[in-house]
Nanobody, 129 residues
Framework: QVQLVESGGGMVQPGGSLRLSCEGF????????IGWFRQAPGKRREGIAC????????NIADSVNDRFTISRDNAKFMVYLQMDSLQPEDTGVYFC??????????????????????WGQGTQVTVSS
């Protein structure tokens, strides 16, 4: 089973950018779809971006699809979330999660949190002036 570690969070002013990284350890990373989720204070965890195991399909939530981009490098066991034009409402803890899809690397990825069995510990993103 893969283990995930997020990094790259921090504090940024409105309009700024951050790139989050999700590193996988211990298993065949290219058999997992990876999703990024965020949880704002007092709110449910929501899916914001995902990419399938084969790197052929991505899905971005409507709330961020003109500002966030997801990518992955299976050779490096890494998935990235590029976040531009950040706004205060983007503040929250960002988690990456893994959905095991053995034999179906081309399967479309999903934004539902219940589809993911393995989670990282999260990284805090704060957007404030």
């Amino acid at each position: 089973q893969v283990q995930l570690v997020e990094s790259g969070g921090g504090m940024v002013q409105p309009g700024g950018s951050l790139r989050l990284s999700c590193e996988g350890f211990g298993a065949a990373f290219n058999t997992y779809g990876i999703g990024w989720f965020r949880q704002a204070p007092g709110k449910r965890r929501e899916g914001i971006a995902c990419i399938n195991a084969a790197e052929t399909n991505t899905n971005i939530a409507d709330s961020v699809n003109d500002r966030f981009t997801i990518s992955r490098d299976n050779a490096k066991f890494m998935v990235y979330l590029q976040m531009d034009s950040l706004q205060p409402e983007d503040t929250g803890v960002y988690f990456c999660a893994a959905d095991w899809t053995p034999g179906f690397p081309q399967a479309p990825c999903k934004l539902g949190r219940l589809d993911y069995a393995t989670w990282g510990q999260g990284t805090q993103v704060t957007v404030s002036s």
